[in-house]
C-alpha cells in the first residue's frame, strides 16, 4: 500500500510569489492535515480537511490556504510569500478523524 | 491550551545502552490521544504509538517500550538495547478528542534528537 506522497520534494520560490504544494493522502483516508516544521519553531498544525471541508486551522494567518478534492488529495497554497515561510511542510492523512496519522516526505520550501 | 514538553532535547548513548526519552503533557481535557513519532534524516515522520487517555497499561513492542502515567501527565518512551538505526529526532505528540471523538490536530514537542554510537 503506497504511502502519503507529497509534491513537489523541494520549491523555491521569491518573496512575495505564491507556492502551491500537492499531497495524495493513503487509499481510503479521508483526513487530510497539513504541519510547518520552522527552523527554531518545531512542527506546528497548519490545517485539517475532512470530507472535503476544512475542519481546523492553527495560527497562521489566511495567506495559508488549502482545499480538498473529491478524491480526499490536497493542496496547500501559501500567497505573498514571506522569508520566515520557509519550511519543511508534511501532509499527514488518516483513514477517519479518530484514527492515526501517518505523515508524507515532505516539501521543503526556501523563499528567497 | 494543550501543550507538550520534551525536556530533553539531545541524548547521546553508545549502541546497546538502554535510553529513556521524557515526555509531559498538558491538557484540560478528559479524552485525549498521546503519540510517538520518530523522524530519522530523510524528514518523514514515522508513527510509532498512540495510546488513548482511558488506557494506562504500559506497551511493549520489541525493543520499544511505553509507560503512560496520569496522575503525572507523563508519557516516557524507552529504547532498549539501542542501536545506530534509532538515531533520529523524536516527537511526542497530543491530540485533544473533541467531544465527537476526533483527534483533530497534534501538539509537538520539540522533539529530542538521539544519536546512538556504535
Known amino acids: 500500500e503506497a504511502g502519503v506522497t507529497q509534491s513537489p520534494t523541494h520549491l523555491i520560490k521569491t518573496r512575495g510569489q505564491q507556492a502551491t504544494l500537492r499531497c495524495s493522502p493513503i487509499s481510503g483516508h479521508t483526513s487530510v492535515y497539513w504541519y510547518q516544521q520552522a527552523l527554531g519553531l518545531g512542527l506546528q498544525f497548519l490545517l485539517w480537511y475532512d470530507e472535503g471541508e476544512e475542519r481546523n486551522r492553527g495560527n497562521f494567518p489566511p495567506r495559508f490556504s488549502g482545499r480538498q478534492f473529491p478524491n480526499y488529495s490536497s493542496e496547500l497554497n501559501v500567497n505573498a510569500l514571506e522569508l520566515e515561510d520557509s519550511a519543511l511542510y508534511l501532509c499527514a492523512s488518516s483513514r477517519t478523524s479518530i484514527d492515526e496519522q501517518f505523515f508524507g516526505p515532505g516539501t521543503r520550501l526556501t523563499v528567497l | ?118
Open chain 2, 1 to 118: 491550551a494543550q501543550k507538550v514538553t520534551q525536556a530533553q532535547t539531545e541524548i547521546s548513548v553508545v549502541e546497546k545502552e538502554d535510553v529513556t526519552l521524557d515526555c509531559v503533557y498538558e491538557t484540560r481535557d478528559t479524552t485525549y490521544y498521546l503519540f510517538w513519532y520518530k523522524q530519522p534524516p530523510s524528514g518523514e515522520l514515522v508513527f510509532l504509538i498512540r495510546r488513548n487517555s482511558f488506557d494506562e497499561q504500559n506497551e511493549i513492542s520489541g525493543r520499544y517500550s511505553w509507560n503512560f502515567q496520569k496522575s503525572t501527565s507523563s508519557f516516557n518512551f524507552t529504547i532498549t538495547a539501542s542501536q545506530v538505526v534509532d538515531s533520529a529526532v523524536y516527537f511526542c505528540a497530543l491530540s485533544e478528542a473533541l467531544y465527537t471523538g476526533a483527534n483533530s490536530k497534534l501538539t509537538f514537542g520539540k522533539g529530542i534528537t538521539l544519536s546512538v554510537r556504535p
